[in-house]
């Protein structure tokens, strides 16, 4: 079983982690808050070079999909879908407190989404730029 890169960006902590089978390896949490896209790409490459991991050695990707902050969602899954399909790795959305082990099982057991659609929850709430 190879590993998986899990993705969590609904809210200010970002979160992502490696997993392999239904265990958790390692992970990194950061308070992402505004500076999510400028900073998820840096710290899933830290992550890897950390446990001495290449991008061609990930087996797939698990996203939360929310609900949550939906421009923390939006970042996190163009993130996400991008590399799936660049990689060619199986992708799956997951949610609710167990996403993690959910989306592991959902790798181990060959399902793909191919691409992660988001559930926000509710309507958008779009805050005001700070300009």
Not at 69 to 79: E, H, K
Not at 82 to 92: C, D, E, F, K, N
Not at 124 to 129: A, E, L, Q
Request: hydrophobic share 35%.
């Amino acid at each position: 079983m190879s590993i998986v890169l899990l993705i969590r960006t609904d809210q200010e902590r970002a979160e992502i982690a490696l997993g392999k089978k239904l265990v958790i390896t390692d992970n990194c949490k950061w308070l992402a808050g505004r500076e999510l896209s400028a900073t998820l790409n840096h710290k899933i490459e830290e992550l890897l070079q950390k446990n001495n991991i290449e991008f061609k050695d990930l087996g797939g990707l698990v996203f939360y999909s929310g609900p949550g902050s939906f421009t923390g969602l939006r970042i996190g899954v163009s993130v996400a879908n991008t590399l799936a399909y660049s990689l060619h790795i199986p992708i799956v959305g997951s949610v609710g407190e167990s996403w993690q082990k959910n989306g592991l099982t959902r790798i181990i057991n060959n399902e793909n989404d191919k691409i992660v659609k988001l559930h926000y929850g509710s309507e958008p709430n779009i805050t005001k730029s700070r300009k």
